[in-house]
């Protein structure tokens, strides 16, 4: 088994190192997807064979509760910007200076072009080939530990294949959201009617930083490095070191070019500025290093950004045109949502006719009057907004726009809570978009999948005065669908049967179709999972909902909140005596062994080779028992990393065994 392992462990790996080397595989995906899914298998058969940097780590899975926060060897510096070309030609004159004239008598100066791109810093560990540690750049001294996440990044290697590897090195580059499943992650939001991401570089951090490994697989970052550092390296210039770097099977971008003058630069910026919109990630600036790792020495760094290199930014494209005027929306949380709409203009290849305004704040930001002439921009952001406002071209007496200060919907007065920047109308349970926004969440294909059911079928029986909440659903008779204007036989059978189909929809995702707020669908998958039913969801206290596995303050506030209603209360009872799932369905969990029976145990902490589920599953089915708190009859602690203090003070004090997981896999 371990030889079968170790087998399909180096072909996978070899197989991704030749896609990002050369764009092209001996195997199809699917015949890769058949190694991958053998090797799974055999390794949640065998975790003890299981190597660190197996392939399948790229799937994802682990729970990181707390990033470490770990030093850097080398400081992540940043680069000091330009913006013209002048200040381009600046920079040649300014090193040029400082160089002794016997190093630009004996060297020759070239330039290597890259793009900027419009990511997160990272650096990577290669100990002996293997990838040891990712880290984010942090403040430049210190970085969090992010390892597990970045393993899901396909294009980052975690074992390299080749020769002469150096024993230790550090590759920095940058990850990035492809614009294209930044695009599909938004239109999952959309579709929710949750908040968009604004971009996709703050989406790509944010991502990053998931406790949950899956998640981040699944959402699709990648990776572009450019810059490799070690001790005692053979390369002499930048050049050589990233053709190494594609060699071993990093991702380079195949945009760089070596420049020999300062002039060939300008031209290379020049050709990207356009050139880089067709990319399929964001940049905002090409960086220029001097090549040769001698001159780089000679010139050295400050305490922010090496002498040897600049960036040159983009200027974001902007446009004027007139706003013509603001419109408030309220979503399905009752935040009022200002939006502009002005007249059409083209503006990075698409036409522009509304930009959102955000909040209040910014709308006395820019200090917005009816017919003002407004610049547009579209940086990194997908919704174009409005930068700023040519005053002098402002109509006299042009009245200033105000907020609203009563819902334009149900007519009640707003309200801001001091912590939070949006107005809300807090009329949920009577603001017809509010209610409409709530049934519409709970028949979402995420949520309920309710087949013949849309939301424009939603707002008719809404006005036909059919139903109120959700659970009014469950009551439509087939005449009253009948009886609304889209509505023929089969349509009307046709929703009925989705109606009755949807009762055995899994707990979850009855959990996120009730629309509480914050607990969007992996909220909802976590909190089903830890809380196994709505009662104990419904009984759970603060601590113990904060004390849940990506569940933080927010989130629990909200969860109480929602149960205090009573009318929620009374919700769930209705949509109980209709059939609907409140529990999630217990797996069986099939017996392996008895070498564990009449032991306890408790788990604290998170692991590298299983998730703390499968670790629970994996005790019960060789016979052992999980308790829930450590005491003087419990026979062992599993220890991951991160595990609090207290357990292990406790444990330490009542002479309870203390293991790591790997000794844990001895005991079976
Ligand atoms: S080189 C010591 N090359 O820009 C120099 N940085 O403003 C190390 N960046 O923190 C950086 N594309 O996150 C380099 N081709 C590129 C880059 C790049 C984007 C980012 C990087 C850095 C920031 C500096």
């Known amino acids: 088994m371990k030889e079968r392992i170790d087998f399909l462990s180096q072909k996978l790996h070899f197989l991704n190192a030749q896609y990002y080397q050369n764009s092209k595989s001996e195997v199809t995906d699917y015949q890769f997807d058949l190694l991958l899914k053998e090797l799974q298998l055999l390794e949640t058969q065998f975790p003890e064979?299981?190597?660190?940097?197996?392939?399948?780590?790229?799937?994802?899975?682990?729970?990181?509760?707390?990033?470490?926060?770990?030093?850097?060897?080398?400081?992540?510096?940043?680069?000091?910007?330009?913006?013209?070309?002048?200040?381009?030609?600046?920079?040649?004159?300014?090193?040029?200076?400082?160089?002794?004239?016997s190093v630009l008598e004996n060297h020759k100066i070239s330039f290597f072009c890259e793009q900027k791109f419009d990511g997160v810093a990272i650096s990577l560990i290669y100990e002996n080939g293997q990838l040891k540690q990712a880290i984010t750049r942090g403040d430049g001294q210190?970085?969090?530990?992010?390892?597990?996440?970045?393993?899901?990044?396909?294009?980052?290697?975690?074992?390299?294949?080749?020769?002469?590897?150096?024993?230790?090195?550090?590759?920095?580059?940058?990850?990035?959201?492809?614009?294209?499943?930044?695009?599909?992650?938004?239109?999952?939001?959309?579709?929710?009617?949750?908040?968009?991401?604004?971009?996709?570089?703050?989406?790509?951090?944010?991502?990053?930083?998931?406790?949950?490994?899956?998640?981040?697989?699944?959402?699709?970052?990648?990776?572009?490095?450019?810059?490799?550092?070690?001790?005692?390296?053979?390369?002499?210039?930048?050049?050589?070191s990233m053709k190494q770097l594609e060699k071993w099977g990093f991702q380079v971008s195949n945009t760089y070019q070596k420049c020999e003058s300062i002039e060939q630069v300008w031209n290379y910026i020049e050709i990207w500025e356009t050139k880089r919109l067709n990319l399929p990630l964001a940049t905002?600036?090409?960086?220029?290093?001097?090549?040769?790792?001698?001159?780089?020495?000679?010139?050295?760094?400050?305490?922010?950004?090496?002498?040897?290199?600049?960036?040159?930014?983009?200027?974001?494209?902007?446009?004027?045109?007139?706003?013509?005027?603001?419109t408030f929306q309220v979503g399905r949380t009752g935040a009022i949502t200002p939006v502009a709409n002005m007249k059409p203009v083209l503006l990075a290849g698409t036409t522009i006719k509304r930009a959102t305004l955000h909040n209040e704040d910014e709308i006395l930001r820019l200090d917005l009057h009816e017919g003002d002439t407004v610049f547009v921009e579209k940086g990194g952001e997908i919704i174009p907004k409005i930068t700023s406002v040519d005053i002098s071209k402002r109509v006299f007496n042009s009245p200033k726009i105000l907020f609203i200060k009563k819902c334009l919907e149900c007519g009640t007065e707003l309200e801001r809570k001091p912590e939070e920047s949006a107005w809300f109308c807090p009329n949920e349970k009577g603001c017809p978009p509010q209610i409409k926004g709530r049934i519409a969440h709970f028949i979402h294909r995420k949520a309920m999948n309710i087949d013949g059911l849309g939301e424009e079928t939603v707002d008719s029986l809404f006005e036909a005065g059919l139903i109120k909440t959700y659970a009014d659903l469950y009551e439509l008779s087939?005449?009253?669908?009948?009886?609304?204007?889209?509505?023929?036989?089969?349509?009307?059978?046709?929703?009925?049967?989705?109606?009755?189909?949807?009762?055995?929809?899994?707990?979850?995702?009855?959990?996120?179709?009730?629309?509480?707020?914050?607990?969007?669908?992996?909220?909802?998958?976590?909190?089903?999972?830890?809380?196994?039913?709505?009662?104990?969801?419904?009984?759970?206290?603060?601590?113990?909902?904060?004390?849940?596995?990506?569940?933080?303050?927010?989130?629990?506030?909200?969860?109480?909140?929602?149960?205090?209603?009573?009318?929620?209360?009374?919700?769930?009872?209705?949509?109980?005596?209709?059939?609907?799932?409140?529990?999630?369905?217990?797996?069986?969990?099939?017996?392996?062994?008895?070498?564990?029976?009449?032991?306890?145990?408790?788990?604290?902490?998170?692991?590298?080779?299983?998730?703390?589920?499968?670790?629970?599953?994996k005790i019960v089915a060789n016979g052992g028992k999980i308790l829930s708190g450590v005491s003087g009859k419990l026979n062992y602690l599993v220890a991951g990393e991160n595990m609090g203090p207290s357990k292990l003070e406790k444990a330490n004090k009542l002479g309870v065994k203390i293991i790591s997981e790997s000794e844990f896999l001895l005991l079976l």
């Not at 064979?49 to 790229?58: A, F, G, I, Q, V």
């Not at 799937?59 to 200040?87: A, W």
């Not at 974001?316 to 007139?322: G, H």
């Not at 830890?530 to 303050?553: R, W």
């Open 49 to 101: 064979l299981k190597n660190p940097n197996s392939p399948t780590e790229r799937v994802g899975g682990t729970i990181t509760k707390n990033f470490k926060n770990v030093n850097h060897r080398y400081p992540m510096l940043s680069l000091s910007n330009t913006y013209s070309k002048d200040e381009l030609f600046d920079w040649e004159n300014k090193f040029i200076k400082l160089l002794p004239t």
């Open 142 to 240: 210190k970085g969090d530990d992010i390892t597990a996440n970045a393993k899901t990044i396909s294009s980052i290697p975690l074992v390299i294949i080749g020769d002469n590897i150096p024993p230790y090195f550090e590759v920095r580059g940058e990850v990035y959201f492809p614009l294209a499943n930044f695009e599909k992650l938004n239109k999952e939001q959309e579709e929710l009617g949750e908040q968009l991401y604004a971009n996709p570089r703050n989406t790509a951090s944010g991502t990053l930083k998931l406790q949950d490994s899956a998640e981040v697989a699944r959402r699709g970052l990648d990776c572009f490095m450019y810059y490799l550092l070690g001790e005692n390296l053979p390369f002499i210039s930048h050049e050589e």
């Open 478 to 617: 087939f005449n009253q669908l009948l009886s609304l204007e889209r509505f023929a036989e089969k349509s009307a059978q046709n929703a009925i049967d989705g109606l009755k189909k949807s009762v055995e929809i899994p707990f979850e995702k009855v959990l996120f179709g009730l629309g509480i707020k914050f607990v969007g669908s992996t909220v909802a998958d976590k909190l089903a999972k830890n809380f196994k039913n709505i009662e104990n969801l419904q009984n759970a206290s603060l601590e113990e909902l904060v004390s849940t596995p990506e569940i933080g303050e927010k989130i629990a506030l909200s969860v109480r909140a929602w149960f205090s209603d009573l009318e929620n209360i009374h919700l769930i009872e209705k949509l109980k005596s209709f059939g609907l799932q409140f529990k999630i369905e217990e797996k069986e969990i099939t017996n392996e062994s008895e070498v564990l029976k009449g032991l306890t145990f408790v788990i604290s902490g998170t692991f590298n080779t299983f998730s703390r589920e499968e670790l629970q599953d």
């Open 284 to 326: 905002d600036g090409i960086v220029i290093k001097i090549d040769d790792f001698f001159i780089q020495s000679e010139l050295g760094l400050t305490s922010k950004s090496p002498r040897w290199a600049i960036a040159f930014k983009f200027k974001a494209e902007s446009v004027a045109t007139i706003l013509e005027k603001v």
